[in-house]
Nanobody, 124 residues
Framework: QVQLVESGGGLVQAGGSLRLSCAAS????????MRWSRQAPGKQRELVAA???????TYADSVKGRFTITRDNAKNTVYLQMNSLKPEDTGVYFC??????????????????WGQGTQVTVSS
């Protein structure tokens, strides 16, 4: 089965940096778009950054110039480098990806998989 696992979250001071990682594992034929979203308590989930299979990126206005999304296709991993962190960046960060799995050596229909989330807390 396919799964995504985030790592790299934690507690950091305002102005500091963190790098989140999200690795996909399982029987994977291909990975298309990969994304990072976040959700603060009592708030709606928002898209933070996205990257296509070709490497094109999209960022929320609130993180432009501070966050960078990258991917390593050889490792089936997407990263989110977060610099100049602010308390407003606090929340649970989730990754998701559009993945075509592999069953009996045959590709199956693309499906959107989600990780379990990792907590990021920025203190002032």
């Amino acid at each position: 089965q396919v799964q995504l696992v985030e790592s790299g979250g934690g507690l950091v001071q305002a102005g500091g940096s963190l790098r989140l990682s999200c690795a996909a594992s399982g029987s994977i034929f291909s990975i298309n778009a990969m994304r990072w979203s976040r959700q603060a308590p009592g708030k709606q989930r928002e898209l933070v950054a996205a990257i296509t299979g070709g490497g094109s990126t999209t960022y929320a206005d609130s993180v432009k110039g501070r966050f960078t999304i990258t991917r390593d296709n050889a490792k089936n991993t997407v990263y989110l480098q977060m610099n100049s962190l602010k308390p407003e960046d606090t929340g649970v960060y989730f990754c998701d990806a559009n993945i075509t799995g592999l069953a009996a050596t045959m590709p199956v229909r693309e499906y959107r998989y989600w990780g379990q989330g990792t907590q990021v807390t920025v203190s002032s």
